[in-house]
């Protein structure tokens, strides 16, 4: 079980056969690596399951390999997104093997071994998240890192120190781990080492997130919406070749905004970002990196709170709207993509 969607094993992967998976997506939700919140997210799982059933299969047409094998509908036949007749949240996929690198600490410092990971691995899940960034809105993690020095202006291929709110001549390509207790950004030369890719695949990955970035902006700005970043997963199948893994093109995968305002899990974060309990999660997390503490959430004193009950209700109408605009049917029976965004912007403007 994950944070928010579970894992239904139908046929275990081998060393050398990929197995089959089904996700059901959940309308659980999670923001700061803190796993399941107080709050459930009606209608959330079924419309992330729908965005990212769409997403695949347009993928698919322009010749990326991904894991996507279909969806379940409600009679548990494997059905493509055009046959399905109502909304189902789940999808069914082929299963790789999940090599987890393994936790030690050495010179009081939390490390891990990754020597599993070889050029010569097969059909596993690869222990990276791969990012996009076309813009960089405000919230972005680039300015954070910017300021504490964590990565260089040079090593993000940029010219100038970036604005809040800036869009890129051309994109940003960023890694950070996966597999790990909190996820780290790092170099592209450290991921490669980590996961024991060689130099052409390190490339491959680099036009396969490009690929994946074009396809997310052409379905996003069908919907009004502008793809300002994302992360995908990747693995390889049982004849090492790349395939797009996970579930992209969704509200929880990237970061999308309509006429200027956050559409996506971030509208979440914001509301969270002032609350004390945000503040711990952030002291908790620098203290367990500093104290070599893999249980960084043991620091944490409060409990997070609920969401604003208006604002929960705007957020389940944001995720079933943004699957309506984006698959261009009308799956779920909430007011249009465009309405859901003037009301939250009334919101937003009230507690100003």
Same mark, same amino acid.
């Given at each position: ?6 894992? &239904? ?6 060393? #050398? ?29 079924? %419309? ?50 999940? +090599? ?10 939390? !490390? ?19 990012? +996009?960034?076309?813009? $960089? ?9 910017? @300021? ?6 040079? @090593? ?13 001549? !051309? ?6 781990? !996966? ?11 450290? /991921?490669?080492?980590? /996961?024991?890719?060689?130099?052409? &695949? ?22 009004? $919406? ?6 995908? &997963?990747? /693995? ?8 797009? %893994? ?11 905004? +309509?006429?200027? $305002? ?5 509208? %979440? ?5 002032? #609350? ?5 999660? &952030? ?28 604002? !929960?209700? $705007? ?28 009301? +939250? ?8």
């Amino acid at each position: 079980m994950g944070s928010v969607k579970d894992l &239904e094993v139908v046929k275990k992967p081998t060393k #050398t056969r990929m197995g089959v998976g089904r996700f059901h997506f959940s309308d659980r939700y999670s923001v700061f690596d803190w796993g399941e919140m107080p709050d459930h997210i009606d209608g959330k799982g079924a %419309a992330l399951c729908l965005m990212g059933a769409y997403c695949f299969e347009r993928l698919e047409e322009k010749g990326v390999r991904t894991h996507y094998r279909g969806l379940v509908d409600e009679r548990g036949k494997l059905v493509g997104f055009d046959e399905l007749e109502k909304p189902t949240g789940v999808l069914e996929f082929h299963l790789v093997n999940v +090599y987890k690198p393994k936790a030690y600490v050495e010179g009081g410092k939390l !490390k891990y071994d990754y020597s599993v990971y070889t050029p010569k691995l097969k059909n596993f899940l690869i222990p990276l998240e791969i990012i +996009y960034r076309n813009g $960089l809105p405000e919230g972005s993690s680039v300015f954070k890192r910017l @300021e504490q020095g964590l990565v260089t202006l040079e @090593e993000l291929g940029l010219d100038h120190y970036p604005k809040p709110g800036e869009r890129l001549a !051309k994109p940003i390509f960023d890694v950070s781990t !996966k597999l790990e207790e909190g996820d780290r950004y790092i170099t592209w030369r450290e /991921a490669q080492q980590l /996961a024991g890719l060689t130099d052409s &695949e390190v490339e491959e990955v680099k036009s396969v997130l490009l690929k994946v970035d074009e396809t997310i902006t052409e379905v996003a700005s069908k919907a009004g $919406l502008v793809n300002e970043d994302g992360k995908i &997963e990747l /693995a390889f199948d049982d004849k090492r070749r790349l395939m797009v %893994a996970d579930v992209v093109g969704t509200l929880d995968e990237c970061r999308f905004t +309509y006429q200027g $305002l956050h559409v996506s899990k971030e509208v %979440a974060r914001i509301y969270y970002r002032q #609350t004390e309990w945000a503040k711990q999660v &952030e002291e908790a997390k620098r203290k367990a990196r500093e104290q070599g503490l893999e249980n960084w959430k043991s620091l944490v004193k409060v409990q997070p709170p609920k969401l604003d009950p208006a604002l !929960k209700t $705007l957020i389940c109408e944001m995720y079933m709207a943004t699957a309506n605009a984006m698959t261009n049917r009308k799956l779920f029976d909430v007011p249009s993509l465009a309405e859901t965004m003037k009301k +939250y912007e009334e919101y937003i403007g009230e507690r100003m």
